[in-house]
Every structure is written in C-alpha cells, then in structure tokens.
C-alpha cells in the first residue's frame, strides 16, 4: 500500500523531502482536483462553480470534524495558525492586570497575538520550557492570580516534544482558565479530542501533516467560548443568509463559520478537500500509525551514529517531528550539505530537523543516514 501512496507523489523523484513540517508536497489527487476546478470555471462561469467551492468546503470541515471529534459548525477555515489566535486575543474583553501564560521560544504565530495585547494592559508572561513531563508542572505553578488564558503548541515546533493536552485541560479547569492551543505541527499526527480535553480554541495550519494548501488554516472554537467572542472582522459572510446582500440583516452566524467573514480562497478548499480525501481514504488512524514508524525508524539509525534525538519523551506521545544534535554537529552547515545531495531538512534552535510523512519510506531514512555518515 505504501509504494502506491508514494507514487502518488512526484517529489520523491527528484529528491529525498524530508521538511513535511515545514510545508508538505501536494499529491498527484491534487494536481488534478484543481486542473477539474478550473476547467470546470472556465467552461461553465462561476455561478455554476461556486456551488462546487462552497461543497468542497463544508466536505473539510466534515472531514476534520472527523479528525477532532467535534461538530462540523465548530470549526472555521481561515488562512493561518497566527489568525485564529487573533481571533480569541482580540475577540475576548480584556481588563488591566489580566495575563496571558504561554510557553518561551514557541513559533512566533503563537507569541505576538499574545505580546499585541500588552497595549490593553494585559500581561503576557512566559515559562522557559524543558521538553519534559516537568513542563507541566511549571505550567501550573505560574498560573498565578490574574492569569485568564494558557496558550500554548501542542507539539514544539523545533524538537517535536509533545505536551500532554489531556493534563493541560485538567490544569486548566481546577485554575478557572481558558485554554488555547496552537496545533500547527499536531493536526494529523497527533490524536486530539478538543471537547474531551476542555479546550476552548485550537489553531493550527493546512500545511503540514495534512498535506493542505499554503495559506488556509484550521480554527476550532467551543461553543462556551464562542458567545465570548466579539468578531473583530465582520463581512458579507459573517450573518446569516450571506447571498441575501439586501435588505441588510446584521444577524451573525450562530457558529464558527461567522469568524469566515468574506469571501475565502475557493481555490484552496478543493486542494484542500483533494488532501483529506486521501488521508480518509487511508484512514486518519493508519497515517498517524505511518508517520510515528517512520518517526522511530529515523530515532534509531540516527541514535545508532551517535546523535542525541531531542524532546521525545519514551512515556510521552510522539509527534511527526525528529530534531537531533550532537557536540560537533554544526546543524545549519549540515543542513546545507544535505540540501547539495537533494536530501531536504531543517535547522531549528541548533537542531537539525527531520520531518518525514506517509510518501516517504526507510530507503529515503537510509540515504540520509548514510549521507550524514559520509560526513562524520
């Protein structure tokens, strides 16, 4: 099964992609998706094509439901991680002396719509991580009075370290506050349940471990969180019956879909829609499954020559993400030598990171590990 997947993806033709946590190469189910799409606008004019966008949007939304084990209407298509949580920090009233707890050296989409509230008098306060189970109980020990809302990546970005969400929401609701997670190197590889765990908002990108377009991103909104919210954006496709453009009726949706507030990138929800038609064609469950043994079949050779895997817990969950170093490893040198040899990878925080998904098999492991080891 897995040598038809890979074939579905030109890019292991022309070299060994190993940054799918970065941005993920679209399928060949993509490629013609889109070439139907567009031929379909240039044939038949865009009234009869919208119908098939607007489709192709609510079967995302059906499909990630599925992946999140909520309610289709509790979630939004926007265009990136850094948007949802703006959606939340400046959708929520604020009052001086309130505070925000997240974690130090996340991705920036989940620092500066935090750091942006310090002007409404709101606190924006940070706990160095240590990519352990001691994450959490630092977590906890900082929540101190005024603290309203913990913010924080479900997997780091760098060494792929994953915090327990289960915990987290257990922390949260003794403490009275809201969580927010960003779920950008998550959604895909790592099982979340938002209701299960209290969360009141994730965010997370496309991208990624579902193979999504640049530029859509996936908004989870509770609903005790969504009367909360005061959309900062308001459009044509925040009320109710948005094609009735008169008489106007400022009546806003009653779920996520009014955080949607105009006109969408239609383009994108048919890429989109491709990619998680293959994921549920394999089964979200067995892609999960894929992309941890690759995970581990990558750990071991690289421990085998001597490298230290960061940020994977052995009691912990695992994530797509694989970042190693070593005392003499320059990664960022490293890292450019791959890229000469067409092995693609990442250097993050000193790290080299390697991130393979369900087109990727242990020969493209292999190649790399022999690279790395031509280079000792």
């Known amino acids: 099964m897995w040598h038809d997947i890979r074939e579905l ?21 993509v490629l013609e998706a889109l070439s139907d799409f567009h031929r379909r606008h240039a044939a038949q004019g865009w009234s009869r094509t919208a119908r098939y966008a607007r489709e192709a949007a609510a079967r995302v939304k059906s499909l990630l439901a599925v992946l999140l084990h909520c309610s289709p209407s509790s979630i939004a298509l926007l265009h990136n991680t850094s948007e949802g949580m703006n959606v939340v920090a ?16 996340e991705y920036p989409a989940n620092v500066y719509p935090w750091w942006n509230l310090e002007k409404k008098g709101v606190r924006y306060i940070r706990v160095r991580p240590v990519h352990t189970a001691q994450d959490l109980v630092n977590i906890e020990r900082a929540l101190e009075p005024g603290v309203r809302l913990l913010a924080v990546s479900v997997v780091d970005w760098c060494s792929g370290f994953v915090l327990d969400v289960q915990a987290l929401g ?3 609701r003794r403490q009275g506050v809201l969580l927010v997670l960003d779920v950008a190197q998550a959604l895909g590889v790592v099982p979340l349940d938002p209701q299960a765990a209290r969360v009141a908002a994730l965010s997370g990108s496309a991208w990624k471990w579902l193979l999504g377009p640049v530029g859509v991103g996936v908004f989870y909104c509770s ?7 005061d959309p900062v954006f308001v459009g044509t496709d925040t009320v109710v019956d948005p094609q009735q453009f008169l008489p106007y009726k400022f009546i806003p949706k009653p779920d996520a879909s009014r955080f949607e507030f105009s006109t969408g990138n239609q383009n994108d929800w048919v890429f989109f829609r491709a990619s998680l038609e293959l994921l549920n064609e ?6 999960q499954e894929r ?6 079949y990558l750990a071991g050779g690289l421990e085998r020559q001597g490298f230290t895997v960061e940020g994977r817990d ?28 067409d092995i693609v990878v990442r250097e993050r ?5 390697v991130s393979p998904h369900i087109y990727n098999n242990e020969d493209d492991l292999d190649r790399l590990f022999s690279e790395l080891a031509r280079n000792a």
Not at 90 to 105: H, I, K, T
Request: aromatic share 6%.
């Open 9 to 29: 993806f030109p890019i292991h033709r022309t070299c060994v992609y190993l940054n799918n946590a970065g941005v993920a190469p679209p399928s060949v189910r």
């Open 90 to 105: 400046q959708g929520l009233a604020w009052s001086p002396g309130d505070a925000v707890l997240g974690l130090d050296r």
């Open 170 to 172: 257990e922390i949260c």
């Open 223 to 229: 609903p005790g969180l969504l009367s909360r919210l």
């Open 282 to 287: 394999i089964g979200f469950d067995k892609v």
């Open 291 to 296: 992309i941890l043994y690759l995970g581990d």
């Open 314 to 341: 052995p009691a912990g969950a695992r994530s797509g993400i694989v970042s190693f170093s070593r005392e003499d490893l320059d990664a960022l040198q490293t890292v450019q030598r791959l890229a000469a040899r």
């Open 349 to 353: 925080d000193g790290m080299v990171r």
